[in-house]
């Protein structure tokens, strides 16, 4: 059954619920005397049709909006977790569909870099919202664990669970430490397959290691036994939070312009090592000395054999014969935007030719970069090819670890009807805020019934139940995608996670400090912060120095989950942590 079938089921069972009824028991049975009245004889109180109530006024819960079902016993509040949490998987769902729509049709940049990752944080944002915005204080206090165990329960199930997963589900071949795309026949192999990302995965790692400064500065208090500092680390925490936001969602939308930048440059290196090796193959000599300097006498006979017109200067023609005889067929090259810069390289005098003193001096700049890149000068009969060697290596395998220019694994050459999936976007994005919005509260009040019922911690419902609600959606999407079994792909997967538990430590913990800070709630969440100090440490310093994870990688991952659990439990139920 599809999702607009099940929705309308529990909307149905929602009518249903919603319709007020009022059981009563009848008490007594009516005689046959009592059917004939003497004139005299009055019944105040006729035991016939006498109902009371079946729930006594103890028994009873507050429907949220004043119509909602609610109720007080354990399967009750278990089916409308259920139904409530299956509503929230809708909404992230219909924000996650949505925002691809959007994103196909208008790209990156300002969409994909700070509009997105917002929507993406939003069921989060909204269920820690209402956890802190209900009633009192006092029951803000007391519902305001649940937003807690949904911030840490939603990066500890991301940094772990779906991490690991999606290295299971994404694995290839490992060849030289880097994984093979489309490759995997070794099974299982926990040291020879794997997967392996990109240089800006590792990136996204290290941000969202460093998003963690919030918590840090609002737990120092509690680390020193102060009370009296704790509501002002609360706002400058905030303050930290918000202004980490704004720089993270500026990057994202930069980050796509800074990655084609720097692929433009390692290109450049990649075609100043082809044409060295490409010269080094047909020189009549060594190009360098028995001292390891630059060799001028065979850099001449270069020049002399590309200049095909022997006019004494390097044309832009010659200079594109050159680098097309070359044959770069590792990366795909822009042969005019390539000789363009390598003329650019050359032509100190600006005239559009490049004569034999400037080849020369271009030509010993590049050696001199090879040789601090490939490596220092060993032999005087080896030396240049070893340098050259290790200086082409090094280039190719930098070219590899930024990955594509494309930001999406499909290439959209033009959109068919771009209105109607604007159109489409635009509703999808609206209906998932409604539906995030609306059922947030009743969520919140549903596992806080279900605590009471069961007498549960909120915090550890929160911590396994609501992630699995708001970002089930996310985790089916990375696994899917991970699935394709390339480094593009999985470095795109790995990446958005890595995003996701940084939005979460930024904007939906600035959410929460907010809530804290203006309703003067109290911050009594040790053990929670520090499961996610240390879960987002250890992924991020594990991710954040480097670019493939074997298969037993996911096997880390996996250990944290139960890990984190327990360790909560361990210090609130054990040592009595606040």
């Known amino acids: 059954m599809n999702q607009k079938g099940l929705l309308l089921i529990f ?68 089916f409308l977790i259920i139904v409530y949490g299956y509503l929230m998987y809708l909404a992230a769902t219909y924000l996650s569909n949505g925002s691809e729509l959007l994103l196909e049709i208008l790209g990156p940049g300002i969409v994909g ?120 680390a609360v706002l400058i925490a905030l303050i930290i939070s918000l202004s980490m936001l704004v720089s993270y969602c500026v990057y994202q939308v930069f980050q796509p312009w800074i990655q084609r930048r720097r692929i433009a440059f390692v290109k450049h290196k990649h075609v100043i090592a082809g ?72 032509d100190t005098s600006r005239d559009s030719f490049v004569q034999e003193d400037e080849f020369v001096k271009g030509i010993t700049k590049w050696i001199n970069e090879a040789k601090q890149t490939g490596g220092a000068y060993l032999e005087s009969n ?69 605590s009471d019922a069961t007498s549960i911690p909120s915090f550890f419902i929160s911590f396994i139940a609501l992630p699995l609600a708001t970002n089930s959606s996310e985790a089916v999407s990375a696994i899917i995608f991970s699935s394709r079994k390339k480094q593009r792909t999985a470095s795109l997967t790995f990446s958005e996670l890595y995003g996701a538990v940084t939005m979460n430590n930024v904007l939906c913990l600035s959410v929460f400090l907010a809530l804290v800070y203006i309703r003067g709630l109290t911050w009594d969440f040790s053990s929670e912060v520090l499961v996610i100090l240390i879960v987002c440490i250890v992924m991020g310093a594990f991710a954040s120095f480097r670019t493939t994870f074997p298969l037993w990688t996911c096997w880390v991952a996996y250990i944290l989950y139960p890990f984190s659990l327990a360790l909560v439990y361990v210090l609130d139920y054990v040592f009595g942590w606040s």
């Open 113 to 232: 870099g700070l509009f997105l990752p917002i929507l993406g944080a939003l069921p989060d944002a909204m269920l820690i919202l209402v956890s802190g915005l209900s009633g009192t204080a006092e029951t803000a206090q007391s519902q305001v664990s649940v937003g807690m165990g949904l911030l840490a329960g939603s990066t500890v199930m991301l940094l772990t669970v779906i991490w690991g997963s999606c290295v299971v589900v994404g694995r290839c071949d490992l060849r030289d430490s880097v994984a093979v795309d489309g490759t995997n026949t070794k099974g299982f192999n926990p040291t020879e397959t794997g997967v392996s990302t990109d240089i800006w995965t590792c990136y996204a790692a290290r941000i969202m290691a460093i998003s963690v400064v919030p918590f840090l500065i609002v737990q120092l208090p509690q680390a020193l036994n102060s009370t009296s500092g704790r509501h002002l």
């Open 382 to 450: 080896s030396g240049t090819f070893k340098i050259l060697d290790r200086f082409h290596q090094q280039t190719k395998r930098e070219h590899d670890l930024l990955g594509s220019e494309e930001q999406s694994d499909e290439v959209v050459e033009g959109v068919v009807n771009p209105r109607w999936i604007s159109f489409k976007a635009v509703l999808m994005l609206l209906l998932g805020t409604i539906i995030a919005a609306a059922f947030a509260d009743p969520l919140v009040d549903a596992v806080d019934n279900f």
């Open 275 to 346: 044409i060295l090796k490409h010269l080094r193959k047909h020189a009549l000599g060594k190009l360098l000395t028995d001292d390891g300097e630059p060799n001028t006498e065979i850099i001449i006979k270069l020049f002399e054999t590309i200049d095909e017109n022997h006019d004494g200067a390097l044309s832009l023609s010659e200079l594109k014969a050159l680098i097309i005889g070359i044959r770069f067929e590792e990366i795909d090259l822009d042969k005019d935007d390539a000789v363009k810069k390598v003329m650019a390289d050359f």
């Open 11 to 78: 909307l149905f069972l929602f009518c249903f619920s919603c319709c007020p009824s009022n059981a009563r028991f009848i008490t007594g049975r009516a005689s046959p005397t009592d059917l004939v009245s003497d004139g005299i004889s009055t019944v105040e109180n006729p035991p016939y049709l006498l109902l009371e109530p079946l729930v006594s006024a103890e028994e009873s819960c507050e429907q949220t909006y004043g119509f909602l079902p609610c109720t007080t016993t354990v399967f009750g509040n278990l």
